[in-house]
């Protein structure tokens, strides 16, 4: 079948010698972030100090408004940050937990190192409510609507959840929060670059994701959406001289905040980080994130429909609508299977409570699929997997 989206593999060249099935853990580098690399160290010696006059204080805001377009989100709504984690923290530094509004709601399968943050808060009078899932799948949404009350102060919620890829529905889930007046924090990491998001439209008061996934724009660069009627009314207690309204006059004493998305950031940012971000919303920009959707939506379909013949247990939902870009499957001692398409050269990940994460991104072609599973088949079938050559190999 023809898939005009397989010419983009030559600006990867991971692909050339390894299957590579793991985009929701860390995107294929693209040619061009090599290349943007070389551009950051060049400006650093040959421009020197001056490099900051000529773009590097500028990146955490210019660089959002790059990636802004793929979220949608208005320019200057974006602020760039290490990880979600300062970001859901910089998020709850704006608020305190003192009076009656003070319920943090969100589902059981969110991301833990999200939860630590949250949890954390409880010191401070924060009250946390975990939405359960039944299955260890989906979070039934009317049971996330039930949960948000007048007490409720933000929902801070995986659009697509990183252990299943279930997608939950955030512009519901909004419209509900603020009829309440709750905030809701759109955690983008398993959806921007694989399935559309639309920040404006639905309404999201803050949003945060990075880019080491399906963004292809490797570690330390994070992102902070605050939707822009929000943005002068917050104080962020986490914060620093970026955030000031002249950084440059270097007053001592209390900050007085800068307006819009400036406001949001802290101290000196992970530059390199940053240009190497770009090249991957570029491609994705380009490519447009309803065409990665159509061929992935295509591709899992086909994968699972291929794991069921083969009877391995699917851990995602069946229907594609709820399903984001990954798959989960569970099949008996799924960690030394994974372990062993690793070192078959699959590059697939393993999660505990979960089972062998495998994804296709706009870049990977039928036939991968077919051999990961073809692979999978055999090493079941011979037992490869327990023959103990297969060494743990994190992440
Ligand atoms: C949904 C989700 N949120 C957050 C993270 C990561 O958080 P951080 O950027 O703080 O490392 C991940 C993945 O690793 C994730 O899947």
């Known amino acids: 079948m023809e898939d005009p989206l397989l010419d983009w593999r030559n600006q990867f060249p991971i692909l050339s010698d390894t299957t590579y099935l793991v985009s929701h853990s860390l995107g294929a580098m693209p040619r061009a972030a090599r290349q943007a690399l070389l551009d950051y160290a ?8 001056r490099a900051w006059a000529e773009g590097w204080w500028e990146m955490p805001l210019s660089v959002g408004d790059r990636l802004a377009p793929i979220l949608g989100a208005p320019p200057r709504s974006i602020a760039m940050h290490q990880n979600v984690s300062v970001c859901q923290a910089l998020i709850l530094s704006c608020f305190d937990f003192a009076g009656r509004r003070n319920k943090i709601v969100y589902e059981a399968l969110n991301f833990p190192s999200v939860m630590y943050v949250y949890e954390a808060h409880r010191a401070l009078g924060a009250r946390i409510v975990e939405v359960p ?5 989906t979070i039934p949404l009317e049971r996330m609507l039930a949960a948000i009350d007048d007490e409720t102060l933000l929902v801070p919620l995986s659009h697509v959840v990183f252990r299943s890829g279930y997608v939950q529905d955030v512009a519901e889930i909004t419209r509900r929060a603020h009829a309440k007046g709750a905030f809701v924090v759109a955690d983008l990491y398993q959806s921007a670059g694989s399935v559309p998001v639309d920040l404006s439209a639905w309404d999201v008061d803050f949003a945060t994701g990075g880019s080491v996934k ?4 490797g570690p330390g660069a994070g992102y902070l959406y605050v939707a822009p009627r929000l943005q002068d009314q917050l104080k962020p207690r ?8 002249h950084p440059f006059a270097f007053e001592p004493g209390a900050i007085r905040y800068a307006s819009g998305a400036a406001r949001f950031l802290h101290g000196t940012p992970a530059v390199p980080a940053l240009y190497a971000a770009q090249a991957g919303y570029d491609i994705v920009a380009e490519i447009g994130v309803a065409r990665i959707r159509a061929k992935s939506v295509r591709q899992v379909g086909a994968l699972v429909a291929r794991a069921r013949e083969l009877g391995f247990e699917v ?3 069946l229907d594609p609508a709820q399903r984001g870009g990954m798959l989960i499957l569970d099949v008996p001692e799924a960690q030394s299977v994974a372990r062993e398409l690793i070192r078959r050269n699959i590059l697939i990940d393993y999660r505990p409570g979960a089972g062998i994460r495998l994804s296709p ?7 991968e699929l077919e051999h990961a599973l073809d692979q999978m088949r055999q090493i079941l079938e011979s037992g490869a997997h327990r023959q103990g050559s297969s060494r743990a190999i994190g992440f």
């Not at 899932?133 to 799948?137: C, L, P, R």
């Open 361 to 367: 991104h706009f870049y990977t072609s039928d036939e």
């Open 42 to 49: 060049d400006a650093w010696a040959t421009r020197g100090v």
């Open 315 to 317: 851990r995602s939902p």
């Open 238 to 245: 986490l914060t620093g001289w970026m955030a000031h309204e």
């Open 214 to 217: 399906w963004l292809c724009g």
């Open 133 to 137: 899932s039944d299955d260890g799948i």
